[in-house]
């Protein structure tokens, strides 16, 4: 499917096309691809900034190979799970076709983060490793993938918010044509505004990013400075993350809610999380325990060595 997406404010617009290749018949969609680069860049990341944070490079990539596929059905499990009518038939009965059909979009990054943080409690229970640490590491994997996934939702022209005359604002027939079959256009004039360009919407998936890259710079710096304690930088990101995606998830016309309730899922967690995030920092400002040392090369061949 072929979109043309404007930013008439910025004098910018773009023809997309969700269909990246086609493979042995089969379409390659860009949402994956971008996902999967993502993953890559994000891993990449960590890898180098393992032994920083004491934790063997090695070791780490070990767990990505659980890690990343089970954030991948993390991500989407949590989505069906909150819009489960998308994924059910006239009959009632659950269309598993769907469901798993990842490729047509419809990931909740809050899925992906609560499995990946279980399977890295999990691998460093059973490898004796340092939750903590791999934690610390692991958010700015989160940061990159997440920055970067969210340019799948605009080649997919979705997660984006209400209306506004910004001059960053993102016009499209096929967001006029969504808002108005969602009964969100007070008229007929406003569903011709936004195909003249005069009205937009927010450009949400754009805001998260920024936020994402944001985030990323910031923890780096505080990294240089120094890590009071074990899980300060992971800390920091669920903060940070949290209050990010309460804000911008109030904008968006595409929220998952609290089975049917009229709360947004994604600002329950993001505020909970936040919140929780602050507590447990407190506690460990508190407790005044030292951040493990960076991991020194001769420590990390003795420890290769040793295995």
Excluded at 122 to 151: E, P, T
Aim: glycine share 12%; hydrophobic share 45%; charged share 15%.
């Amino acid at each position: 499917m072929v979109n043309t997406v404007s930013f008439p404010g910025l004098g910018l617009e773009f023809t997309l096309n969700r269909v990246a290749v086609q493979l042995f018949g089969k379409d390659i969609y860009w949402y994956g691809v971008i996902i999967a680069c993502g993953f890559l860049l994000a891993a990449l990341c960590c890898y180098r900034k393992a032994a920083h944070f004491g934790v063997d490079g090695d070791k780490l990539m070990d767990m990505l190979f659980f890690a990343v596929p089970l954030s991948i059905l993390g991500a989407r499990a949590y989505y069906v799970i909150f819009y489960l009518s998308q994924y059910v038939d006239a009959d009632g009965s659950f269309n598993w076709g769907r469901a798993i059909a990842i490729w047509d979009g419809g990931m909740a990054i809050y899925g992906g983060v609560i499995m990946a943080v279980i399977t890295v409690a999990v691998y460093c229970k059973v490898r004796h490793q340092s939750f903590w640490n791999y934690a610390d590491v692991g958010c700015y994997g989160l940061l990159i993938g997440q920055a970067i996934g969210r340019w799948g939702n605009f080649v997919n022209v979705e997660a984006y918010g209400g209306l506004t005359t910004l001059p960053w604002r993102m016009c499209s027939a096929s967001i006029a044509n969504e808002l108005m079959g969602k009964g969100l256009l007070e008229s007929q004039e406003m569903y011709q505004n936004i195909l003249d360009g005069t009205v937009g919407v927010h450009p949400t998936f754009l805001y998260e990013s920024l936020w994402n890259v944001l985030g990323l710079v910031l923890l780096v710096l505080l990294a240089r400075k120094g890590r009071k304690f074990d899980g300060q930088i992971f800390l920091c990101y669920v903060i940070w993350y949290g209050v990010g995606r309460t804000i911008i998830e109030g904008m968006r016309t595409d929220s998952l809610y609290f089975f049917g309730t009229g709360l947004r899922t994604s600002q329950m967690v993001g505020i909970v999380s936040a919140a929780v995030a602050l507590v447990v920092m407190a506690i460990q400002f508190k407790r005044g325990k030292t951040a493990t040392p960076p991991l020194e090369k001769e420590e990390k061949e003795q420890e290769i060595n040793g295995n």
